[in-house]
């Protein structure tokens, strides 16, 4: 009779351990529990959704706002829950009136905005960051729960009143800035159009057919709060959650065949929503809204080109292309499409796919390059010539028209602030990440607290907020290294700024710049030519980038990574512009106005 080896049975068994050690981590996924997601009424969230899906794009009026006067335009908002399946996995999201994702707002420069919010939640509070409106003398309108303002709370409302500036033009959204709520979809496009008589409207009439705004983002099929309870989970060792899924305008497909067996799903199978296109020449608006991945978009049988970044920052000279990317969350561009004949005339198709720099862990549920249909009519007398495969378009590479002698920034600034930013993984913390800005970590603002702009500033000690002398005149540099081998998409309230450089570190080899030494920047000179002007900015891994602006907004000030998951683990920081050695005490409750803060 044959008696196995000692060596043969360690060896057998270490085969069967990896064995289901392998099938289980596949069937579990990237998620190590195994809740089941709540059931609802399938049939009822996804009814009337195929007739909803007709087309992916939000089509927009430029020709009702461009040629009227600036007005008070008011909206009154009900922020609710409700179960939906926009990719035919059901959800309870955010809603607003019923919305999902929220209406469209859609104004000019110069306009008033009055909207009013009431919060219809159970339990939560809420507020609402217009994103990418500089908010000039109105801080406390910036939407920041904790920083400007205090939590709407369930069953009360509070008014939003700003007036957007007359030079301010393009493509905003906003989102909720109170916890997780923005990933579960508490967030909506935002829209200015500017005026005909602007001075720089001839070099600004891009001549197009139709405007469409269009919002992309990853999507989870689980809670925020379920996913975030992931991440701080210290057995996963700091990597981000990856999503399930991707939606356009609030719409997507999921194959329910990818489901794993250990995360059951409520899903039905739905048709892949279309992008459907009216004119030989569009403007696609488009908005990263997801909570952590960046994105490429590509399309067969049309030319993108780049007219605009981050709310009507223009784009100087962008060659047309095939493909465009990387955009990152927070970040918006505006191109121009324009049907082209190809060499084989099939269906003309657009296509997402999603940057796998933070998707270490692989979520074998998702598909992370998606193919949309593209239904365009009215082109067959207009369509241009022939034009072969065109380059993938890097948005690094984007520069604004060369800068007029008053607005270059080619003068040393009169502040400079240094800056790193990592996500550290320490045992004085229980081993889960923590996000840091110069050793600090951004805490959770306790929701019975008044917000820190009502703080004395010796309050903020235990926070990072460096204190800018408000000016017209004079430039301010922020200077921030990224000490990750990831990057981070940085987005900076109440201002936009010159993105003077960028610079990646070389694998394995952090590159960092400290104007304070003496030493040259590793990528080269700073340009003060033709910088392309952003409001969110992304800083790749082991570099750094320099960003440059004039200081002559008043008021605190947040700035934060717009991954999601790294902003709530805390990192982020705020600015104190303008105020005094006490801060801001007074200046809200006081009715003062913020010029006086100066």
């Not at 935002?190 to 057919?209: C, G, K, M, P, Q």
């Not at 995360?263 to 009216?278: F, G, I, S, T, Y």
């Not at 009215?378 to 690094?396: F, K, N, T």
């Not at 820190?452 to 002398?469: L, T």
Request: hydrophobic share 35%.
């Amino acid at each position: 009779m044959f008696f196995p080896t000692r060596r043969a049975v360690c060896y057998s068994v270490t085969v069967v351990v990896l064995v289901i050690g392998i099938y289980t981590w596949l069937n579990i996924g990237p998620y190590h529990d195994v809740l089941r997601i709540p059931q609802y009424n399938l049939e009822q969230a996804a009814a009337g959704l195929d007739h909803e899906r007709a087309n992916l794009a939000i089509v927009l009026r430029p020709e009702e706002h461009v040629e009227r006067e600036p007005k008070t335009v008011e909206y009154r908002w009900n922020i609710t829950t409700g179960v939906r399946a926009p990719d035919g996995v059901t959800k309870q999201v955010y809603l607003i009136n019923g919305e999902f994702p929220g209406p469209l707002v859609e104004a000019k420069s110069g306009d008033e905005l009055v909207i009013e919010v009431y919060n219809g939640l159970e339990v939560e509070g809420t507020a609402i960051h217009w994103h990418g409106l500089k908010m000039q003398n109105m801080n406390n309108m910036d939407g920041v729960v904790g920083l400007t303002q205090s939590p709407i709370l369930p069953g009360e409302s509070f008014t939003y009143k700003f007036t957007i500036l007359e030079e301010q033009a393009g493509t905003f959204w906003y989102h909720a800035h109170s916890e997780l709520q923005r990933a579960d979809g508490l967030y909506g496009p935002l829209i200015v159009h500017e005026r005909l008589n602007t001075a720089n409207a001839e070099s600004r009439n891009f001549e197009y057919d139709e405007d469409l705004a269009l919002m992309v983002g990853d999507w989870y099929h689980r809670s925020t709060s379920q996913v975030q309870d992931y991440y701080t989970d210290w057995t996963n060792f700091g990597n981000e959650p990856a999503p399930d899924s991707m939606l356009l305008n609030g719409k997507g497909k999921f194959e329910c065949s990818m489901a794993v067996r250990a995360r059951p799903l409520d899903c039905k199978e739905v048709a892949m929503p279309k992008l459907q296109m009216n004119g030989r020449r569009t403007r696609l608006r488009i908005i990263n809204t997801g909570a952590l991945t960046g994105f490429t978009m590509s399309m067969s049988g049309y030319t993108m080109t780049v007219i605009t970044l981050d709310g009507g920052n223009e784009v100087a000279s962008a060659p047309a292309a095939s493909s465009v990317g990387v955009l990152y969350p927070g970040e918006r561009m505006d191109v121009i499409i324009e049907k082209v004949e190809t060499e084989n005339e099939k269906e003309a198709i657009m296509t997402i796919k999603l940057d796998k720099e933070n998707l270490k862990f692989k979520n074998f549920a998702l598909t992370p390059i998606q193919h949309f249909p593209i239904s365009a009519t009215g082109l067959s007398d207009q369509m241009g010539g022939y034009q072969a495969s065109l380059p993938l378009y890097d948005l690094v590479d984007a520069r604004s028209p060369e800068l007029k002698s008053a607005t270059v920034p080619t003068a040393m600034s009169s502040q400079t602030i240094l800056l790193y930013t990592k996500v550290e993984i320490l045992a004085e913390y229980s081993n889960i990440p923590k996000g840091f800005i110069n050793r600090t970590s951004w805490n959770e603002h306790p929701p019975d607290e008044p917000p820190m702009i009502n703080w004395n500033r010796q309050g903020w000690d235990e926070r990072f907020v460096p204190q800018i002398k408000s000016s017209d005149d004079e430039w301010v540099e922020i200077v921030l290294n990224n000490m990750d081998e990831k990057g981070h998409p940085f987005h900076l309230h109440g201002y936009s700024f010159h993105v003077l450089a960028t610079h990646k570190g070389k694998p394995g080899r952090y590159q960092a710049y400290n104007p304070f030494d003496g030493s040259e920047p590793a990528g080269g000179p700073l340009n003060t030519v033709n910088p392309i002007k952003k409001d969110t900015v992304y800083v790749p891994g082991m570099g750094y980038v320099v960003l440059r602006f004039r200081p002559d907004n008043p008021g605190l000030w947040l700035f934060h990574c717009h991954v999601i998951w790294h902003h709530a683990v805390g990192m982020a920081m705020a600015f104190q512009v303008g105020g005094s050695e006490n801060g801001f005490a007074g200046w809200w409750d006081g009715g003062e106005d913020a010029t006086a803060w100066r």
